[in-house]
């Protein structure tokens, strides 16, 4: 079973930035996803990239124009680039990995997903 592994969390200032990483151990499927989960609230999918469709990227509007998800295949790696983040952001950052091609708003639908990473922490202080 593919192995997903995150790093690149910590604490920032408020209008700060983070880039995280996802590295699985194999190929880890066709859609790829970064969700998050802040205390006491579900978790909730933030940014996703599906490889075989074209536009396959796709942004919730809490994140959209600050955070942008890429992925280098040569490495089975997954980034999100965060940038200007918010108190608002701060959460626990799970990559997950589904062998199906999902599209529009099935990309951020939890039950979706069959690999998860166990998370790195995002803390942003005002």
């Known amino acids: 079973q593919v192995r997903l592994v995150e790093s690149g969390g910590g604490s920032v200032q408020a209008g700060g930035s983070l880039r995280l990483s996802c590295v699985a151990s194999d190929n880890p499927g066709r859609t790829r996803a970064w969700f998050r989960q802040a205390p006491g609230k579900e978790r909730v999918g933030i940014a996703g990239?599906?490889?075989?469709?074209?536009?396959?990227?796709r942004y919730t509007d809490s994140v959209k124009g600050r955070f942008t998800i890429s992925q280098d295949n040569a490495k089975n790696t997954l980034y999100i680039e965060m940038n200007n983040l918010e108190p608002e952001d701060t959460a626990m950052y799970y990559c997950a990995a589904s062998p199906y091609t999902l599209i529009g708003g099935a990309i951020f639908r939890f039950s979706e997903y069959s690999t998860w990473g166990q998370g790195t922490q995002v803390t942003v202080s005002s």
């Open positions: 990239i599906t490889n075989t469709v074209v536009d396959g990227i």
